[in-house]
């Protein structure tokens, strides 16, 4: 989530449904203040590790799940299959999966964390046969310092039955 307004944008459309996930109680914290307590009302809030999920893997019937900067912090392939595993539990046949990472252009370090870097085919291999890439797009992101930061936004189509 971070500073994301899309969860506003999704409300001020009249979107329904809508769950905001976030492994910081303090994101998820900041995310409902900004919101009000009205908006915040209509969304569900899970706080939970999708390395390691417990709240996530009880959702089911998703029609989109959106991505943003989250994958390529995952270092460790148990981390990503993990990953893989919950959105083909969670995602329905016929929904969307949005991921936006780093190109690999872009940081190599964000937070002084290491990060992955992809471009589509990368993420289309790595999502396998399961998901068409239906779209993808590089995009510089500028945060508030002026750096320049690039990331690669994909857009897969779901192609298998949830488990």
């Known amino acids: 989530m971070g500073a994301s307004t899309l969860i506003d944008s999704l409300i001020e459309l009249g979107y329904k449904n809508i769950i905001a ?12 203040e900004r919101l009000g307590e009205d908006k915040s009302r209509l969304v569900k ?14 959702l089911s019937n998703i029609a989109l799940w959106h991505d943003r900067a989250l994958f390529h912090f995952l270092l460790e392939e148990k981390q990503r299959q993990m990953y893989l595993t919950t959105l083909k539990k969670v995602v329905k046949k016929g929904g969307y999966v949005i991921i936006a990472s780093f190109s690999l252009t872009g940081a190599k370090m964000c937070s002084g964390l290491d990060v ?21 797009f590089d995009y510089i992101y500028h945060m508030p310092s002026g750096e320049e930061r690039p990331y690669i936004y994909t857009l897969f189509k779901t192609m298998y039955c949830s488990l």
């Open 45 to 58: 809030w899970i706080e939970d590790d999708i390395t390691q999920p417990k709240h996530i893997q009880n």
């Open 116 to 136: 992955m870097n992809y471009d589509q085919t990368i993420l289309s291999n790595f999502l396998g046969d399961d998901f068409e890439l239906i779209e993808y």
């Open 21 to 32: 996930v976030d492994i910081s109680e303090i994101a998820i914290k900041k995310l409902r």
